[in-house]
Structures are given as structure tokens and as C-alpha cells.
């Protein structure tokens, strides 16, 4: 029997949040006497709005569902008591050593049996299943291994076996390129020691080790590892630690290191090159020698200063110190939403999320007035490659589901991220056999746009209906950036996947002639570095059901002749439609001269034709870009998807992911190999999946510092209904008013559509006022193993 000891509860304060949560409330504390002076009055047909109840009860329980704490702890239970094979530690006592349970998470069910429970075909919905990630660390060589057990709750018919990635039988786990993070850090940071003469002469610092903590000190910034021959190499770059977090990608200092870490002995481990001004050296003692010989030409320092401050205390702008505009909902929601379930309907839309550690959070089920429009949208993989003149920057790629887009997940600050009046939920990650509570991590709230939905003018009246859409948001902190990923929902059925950025950028020492080929001077020894963002997301369209066909309608100039142009042949254009019979990879067309659209042959609308969604560009900078490099060693195979602008596959239960977040570790023989999906199968009306690409080719300049902005890095794709109705059906929903002229001014006759404001209300501090006292103070990891019963009480 397996003995258990006493629960633990964690509390973790991250490093500076309380400080932060501190600021705000006495920023706010000063400006709260007067926003709770403020009384609007307004108008209302109705005697007075009443707050609505947010809860609903969702029709079908969420199968896509995370997994409980009660379902997790029996999971733990029965793999430490029926596996020995495995020799697991209990993570609590475990060492990088030792076998333990890295996370748990839900095994998402096959699109198949999740149809059979949603349409009624089947009462029962399909079985739970859990997926475990094991740390092998007992092997010589360190890996990452996947195991499957189930069906839950646990009984009698509960199983383990090996989670197989169906395109990689000659590989069934991913190697640990970093096998002991803590040598790994600690090791590099000793040779930088060894030449503290060096870079106290040439960077007039010294590495921040041993406790040491100077802004002025130096930090070194690792590209993640990669292999060739067998050997384990990475690039290493020295940079000042800076006065704030995260600045410090602004301030490399133009001195690099490359290390052989193969193996899990520091002690085998090598140093292989330095790079210096221009020079490599082929070892330690070789850079030593140039730097004592005379005439050694030593680079200009790149120095932190108020140039990487985000925040300016004072402004050469007055109105910054008056109030600005800003939303409210005084009727409190028009959505409903069962937090337990995690379902949210809106003016026609359905839907329900669930969250993984890797990407965040999925809707599954995307109803429209009843009608499915898709099964399944959410991000797959985020990846960014660099360019640049030195060893780092001109070889690194990151592909951030390994760090975790949903690991990543922030919590939210009302008011400035989201709304006042927004929901806010939390998240939780089963990690090390713990329980990790993320609070505020996602934002649901609906939001009026700045120009309307409709409008029409004419000589006798005038017709305008507001433009309301549903948002929901989340953002994930991967290192120096920021990504906020929004899903949007729009009266007329259009779906909109955003995605802005923000945050320090990660750029270079400056050289001059060399830093001009990738990006531009910014500041005395900085410049930036051009880099491709391209995030890709999965959606599985079942346009009204699973047979689904995309067509292309090109838009083309033509001459012709017509019976009544009497033989003169007429410069014009027309439609050009044709089926794309096979899976492949489509880029958007230049001059948008192509639609593509996903129509369901075998229903019509009204006047005849095929009902379908569109997919297309939507708003931001411009059309979201695809990776411009071809055969990136860095990315190897692990990013083909990233080549084009989106793919069409027919669906398959074993190709769930474009990506695995082992990819990161694996490029070369990555455990999901993209490129394996598109072979070339027929998908005339059959169950269709669109991964789709939104990305930006990013050449910061000095409007990037200290941080990119948001409206200059978003863009978005958008699935908007074509042929899907009879008739837009915005004008059922939207809220609107017709004003009919007369000849006398002030005699206007004006018509609402919709809730309008007549009589008193009043605005509470609370609808205005963001509390961010509290903000980020607690963070609950709460231990899952070893296991008592009062656990699943916290």
C-alpha cells in the first residue's frame, strides 16, 4: 500500500507582482474620490436596467473538460501503485535524477466519439482519459516519455500504456537537451568567472553570480541548444542585467561564448569558441592572449539608462493628467456564462473552452443560432527566428508552446487589459504533482466598437445600428514578449483569432555596416534585429456537419463582348470558381484576388446557393505573414507548417497537433512532423481541418523602444459567413436608430431598434474604478502527491 504523508500547501509571491499590486492601489486609492463623485444620467425604456446573472447552465456537460483535483490525485494514485517498471519518485522528493511526474493533463477525446454525445447518438459521453509526462532522469541519457491512463474515474478497467505518435514509430519519446538545468546555468556562469578580468576591462562589469544582483552586472542569455554530431552545442550571449526585468534583451554586449554540454558531467563539458568585434577565438586561452596583446581594439559599451524605462513619471503632456474615455455596462452582461462548464452563449453564439499547458485555452463546439460552424479552434504553436550578424541572433528560433502558451498565462489587470466590468477566470496546471492556481487569466466582456455595425443615409432619413462583439482574452508572458490572443464574436456570425504583441524586443549590439543588413540603430550600442512571428492555430470547420469542401473563387480580368455592347469587346472582370481537390498548403494572393471559401455542397440558402463560411485576412497591420526562410537549421523539421499561409488536411483523430511542445528539443526529428499530414488525399466534402497561419515579419525601430506596441504588431484572421443566410442577420440583433428628416429642425423623428436609454441611472466606483490591491499577490500551488484526503478541500 502506498504510504502517504501530510498535505503541504505552497504560497509562491512572485519576484516584484506585490510591489506592483502595491503602486496601483495607491494610484488608485488617490483617484477614487473622484470617480466616486461621478453620477451619469442617462435614459432608459425600460423603468431601470437591472444587473443580469452571468450563469447559465450549459446543455451537455464539457466533455473537452480540464481535469478535477479528485480525478488528478487518482490518477497519481494508481501510476506510483501499479507501475513499478517506471521506478517513479514522488516529485516531492525527486531530483533531476530520479523518474518523476512532470504534469498531468486531459486526454481531449476523438472528434468521433465527441460527435456521437453531442448530436445524441450516443447518451453516454466518451470515456476520460488522462495524459502523464514523465522525467526520465535515471537514463544515461535524459528524456521526456508520455503514458495515457484511463478511463476515469479510476476502477477495475483502468489502464497505463504509452502515448504513440502515429507518424514517429521509430521514436517514441524526446531527447532532454538540458538534462540538469541547474548545472547548466551554474556551469557557464563559472567560466564567465574565469575571465572576469576580461570582461571587467572590456565591459567594465562582472558576471551576477553567487547571489551577486547588480543591474550593472552582467547576465548570460542562452539560444537554446541544439545537436550536431552527436554533441550538444549552444551560443551564449554576455548582456548587462539591466535596472528592470527583462530589459536586459536591450543591452547585449556584444561578447559570446559557444559550449559543448553533451552529457550530464560538467565536468566533460567544453568551451569551443569566443566571439568578439568581429574575431572568433578557438578557445579561452586564445581570446586571452588577443586581449593581453597590444593594439587589442575593444568595442563601445552598450549601458542601461532611462532609455529602457516603460513607465515615464512625468509627461510633456497635460490632458495625460485629466480622465479619458472609457466603457461601462451599466445593465450588466448580455452573455451568459457557466463557469463551471466553461460554456458561454451569446446573441446566437455557443461555445465551450478548455486549457492546455502548452497552448492555452480551445473552443470546442462553435454554434451559431444552433447551427455548428466549428468543432474545434485554438492555437497550436507559436514560433519566432531571428536574423542578425552575430552567433545568437542570427541563428535563434523559439517555439514557445515548449515553454508553455498556456503555462504562460498572466493574470489580467481590470481596467487596462480587459474591462472594469469583465469576467474573469482562473486556470490551473497539475505541474511536479502540484496544483498551480492562476487567477484572472482569462477575460470574458462585450464590447462596443468605435464605428458603427451599419449605417445608411439618404435625402429622407438616416439608418445606424452599433457595432457590439463578444471578446474572449488571454495573454501569455513567453520571456521578453507579451502575446494577447483575443477570440471575437461579431452579430453577424463572424469569428475573428487576433493576436497583438508587446513587450522588450530581443535585439543586438551594434556594429556599424553589419547591424544595417537586420534592423536599425536604436540607441548608442543597440540595434534591432528582424525576426518572423508566425503563430499557427487549428480550425476544424464543420460548416452545418463534417462534409465540407473548400472552394476558390479568383477574381480576374477578362475582355469580352455582350449582346448589347454591338461587337465592342469591353475591359471588365469576372469570378473564376474552382475546387481544391487535394490537401495542400495555400499562400494569400496578391491584390486579394482570390476568396477562399468552406462551403457545405449539400445545403443551399434560400436563392441556391451553397452556404459557407469565408476565410480571410482580417484587421490589424496587413496580411498575416508566413516564415520567409527555407531550410532553417534551427528549425529543422519541427516548424513546417510555418512555410505557407494556411493548410487544408482531411481531418484525422492521429494528427490532433501540428506541434509538440517536445519539438523545441527535437527539430531535426521532431515528434510531430507537420509535413507528414499533407499527402495529397481527396477532400472534396469530407471533414476538413484549416491550420492556419497569423504572424508578422517584425523589423523593429525605435518606436519599439523601450516596447512594441500593440496596434502595430496585431493581425488576424477572420471566418466570416458567405451564402450562410438568407440575408445578414445583424439587423435581428444589432441595437440601431432611424431618424427620419423633417423640414423643421429639432422635429426629427427618431425610431430604436434595440435597448435605449431614457431614464435615471447611476455608476457606482466599482463599474469604474479598477481594484488592483490584490493584484498578483498569491499564486496557490497546492501538492497533489503524496496525497491526503483533506487535500481536495483546498
Not at 16 to 25: A, K, N, R, W, Y
Not at 703 to 728: C, E, K, W, Y
Request: one cysteine or more.
Amino acid at each position: 500500500m502506498l504510504s502517504c504523508s501530510p498535505s503541504r500547501l505552497v504560497l509562491s509571491i512572485p519576484a516584484g507582482l506585490s510591489v506592483i499590486g502595491i503602486t496601483f492601489f495607491l494610484f488608485w486609492s488617490q483617484l477614487s474620490v473622484y470617480f466616486e463623485s461621478i453620477r451619469i444620467n442617462l435614459t432608459n425604456t425600460s423603468s431601470s436596467p437591472s444587473p443580469q446573472s452571468s450563469s447559465s447552465i450549459a446543455p451537455l456537460p464539457n466533455i473537452w473538460a480540464d481535469l478535477t483535483d479528485r480525478e488528478t490525485v487518482e490518477v497519481l494514485k494508481f501510476v506510483h501503485s501499479t507501475s513499478p517498471e517506471l521506478n517513479l519518485t514522488a516529485a516531492v522528493n525527486a531530483s533531476l535524477w530520479d523518474n518523476f511526474i512532470h504534469g498531468v493533463e486531459v486526454v481531449r477525446p476523438n472528434k468521433k466519439d465527441a460527435l456521437k454525445f453531442m448530436t445524441g447518438a450516443s447518451v453516454l459521453p466518451p470515456p476520460r482519459f488522462a495524459r502523464i509526462a514523465i522525467h526520465h532522469g535515471t537514463a544515461s541519457e535524459v528524456y521526456w516519455d508520455e503514458y495515457v491512463v484511463g478511463p476515469l474515474p479510476v476502477s477495475n478497467e483502468t489502464g497505463i500504456s504509452h502515448l504513440e505518435y502515429h507518424h514517429r514509430a521509430d521514436l517514441d519519446h524526446a531527447r532532454n537537451l538540458v538534462p540538469d538545468a541547474i548545472s547548466f546555468k551554474k556551469w557557464p556562469y563559472s567560466i564567465a568567472q574565469e575571465v572576469a578580468d576580461i570582461t571587467e576591462d572590456l565591459l567594465q562589469a562582472t558576471i551576477n553570480d553567487d547571489g551577486k544582483n547588480d543591474p550593472d552586472g552582467l547576465e548570460l542569455s542562452f539560444r537554446d541548444p541544439w545537436v550536431k554530431d552527436g554533441r550538444i552545442l549552444r551560443w551564449c550571449s554576455f548582456q548587462r542585467a539591466g535596472s528592470r526585468a527583462e530589459s536586459g534583451t536591450l543591452l547585449p554586449q556584444g561578447l559570446y561564448v559557444k559550449l559543448d554540454t553533451t552529457g550530464r558531467d560538467p565536468k566533460a563539458w567544453r568551451v569551443l569558441r569566443w566571439y568578439y568585434n568581429g574575431r572568433l577565438y578557438n578557445s579561452t586561452g586564445e581570446f586571452r592572449k588577443a586581449w593581453q596583446s597590444p593594439g587589442f581594439q575593444k568595442a563601445p559599451i552598450n549601458r542601461d539608462g532611462d532609455w529602457t524605462k516603460i513607465e515615464e513619471s512625468s509627461s510633456e503632456i497635460s490632458p495625460r493628467d485629466e480622465p479619458a474615455p472609457f466603457m461601462v455596462n451599466p445593465g450588466g452582461p448580455r452573455y451568459r456564462l457557466d463557469n463551471q462548464q466553461q460554456y458561454v452563449s451569446w446573441m446566437g453564439f455557443t461555445f465551450y473552452w478548455s486549457f492546455a499547458q502548452s497552448t492555452g485555452i480551445t473552443l470546442f463546439d462553435v454554434r451559431f443560432r444552433g447551427e455548428r460552424i466549428l468543432y474545434e479552434l485554438g492555437l497550436q504553436e507559436a514560433m519566432s527566428l531571428y536574423a542578425g550578424g552575430d552567433p545568437v541572433q542570427g541563428a535563434v528560433a523559439y517555439l514557445d508552446s515548449f515553454f508553455g502558451m498556456g503555462r504562460a498565462m498572466f493574470e489580467l489587470v481590470p481596467g487596462y487589459d480587459c474591462p472594469v466590468y469583465a469576467d474573469f477566470m482562473d486556470t490551473v496546471i497539475y505541474d511536479a504533482e502540484r496544483t498551480q492556481r492562476r487567477k484572472r487569466t482569462i477575460c470574458l466582456f462585450e464590447y462596443t466598437a468605435d464605428y458603427p455595425l451599419q449605417r445608411h443615409s439618404t435625402s429622407f432619413y438616416v439608418t445606424v445600428s452599433r457595432n457590439n462583439y463578444l471578446v474572449l482574452r488571454t495573454t501569455a508572458v513567453v520571456g521578453n514578449y507579451d502575446y494577447t490572443i483575443d477570440y471575437l464574436f461579431y452579430l453577424d456570425g463572424t469569428i475573428e483569432i487576433k493576436v497583438r504583441a508587446s513587450g522588450y524586443i530581443q535585439g543586438a549590439y551594434f556594429v556599424p555596416e553589419e547591424s544595417q543588413e537586420y534592423g536599425f540603430r536604436v540607441h548608442d550600442q543597440f540595434a534591432t534585429s528582424m525576426h518572423d512571428h508566425v503563430l499557427n492555430f487549428k480550425a476544424d470547420l464543420d460548416v452545418l456537419n463534417s462534409s465540407n469542401t473548400l472552394l476558390k473563387v479568383d477574381i480576374e480580368p477578362e475582355t469580352k463582348s455582350y449582346p448589347w455592347s454591338e461587337g465592342e469587346k469591353l475591359h471588365t472582370m469576372g469570378l473564376v470558381k474552382e475546387h481544391v481537390l487535394h490537401e495542400t498548403g495555400v499562400n494569400w494572393p496578391a491584390n486579394s484576388q482570390s476568396i477562399y471559401l468552406v462551403v457545405n455542397n449539400e445545403t443551399h440558402n434560400r436563392w441556391g446557393e451553397n452556404r459557407g463560411y469565408r476565410i480571410m485576412p482580417g484587421t490589424g497591420i496587413g496580411t498575416p505573414g508566413h516564415l520567409v526562410v527555407n531550410g532553417s537549421q534551427s528549425l529543422g523539421k519541427s516548424a513546417s507548417w510555418a512555410s505557407k499561409d494556411f493548410w487544408v488536411t482531411k481531418q484525422k483523430d492521429d494528427e490532433a497537433r501540428s506541434a509538440s511542445p517536445r519539438n523545441a528539443f527535437n527539430t531535426d526529428q521532431p515528434m510531430v512532423d507537420f509535413s507528414q499530414y499533407v499527402n495529397g488525399e481527396n477532400i472534396t466534402q469530407e471533414d476538413l481541418v484549416f491550420w492556419i497561419n497569423l504572424g508578422s515579419h517584425h523589423v523593429p525601430n525605435s518606436g519599439d523602444i523601450p516596447n512594441t506596441l500593440q496596434h502595430t504588431s496585431a493581425n488576424s484572421i477572420m471566418l466570416v459567413p458567405f451564402n450562410f443566410h438568407d440575408r445578414s442577420v445583424s439587423s435581428g440583433s444589432s441595437q440601431g436608430v432611424r431618424i427620419d428628416f423633417t423640414r423643421k429642425a429639432g422635429e426629427g423623428a427618431a425610431q430604436f431598434f434595440g435597448h435605449h436609454f431614457e431614464d435615471g441611472m447611476t455608476l457606482d466606483s466599482k463599474d469604474v474604478v479598477p481594484i488592483l490591491a490584490s493584484y498578483g499577490a498569491e499564486e496557490r500551488q497546492v501538492r497533489k502527491f503524496p496525497y491526503t484526503e483533506d487535500m481536495l478541500s483546498m
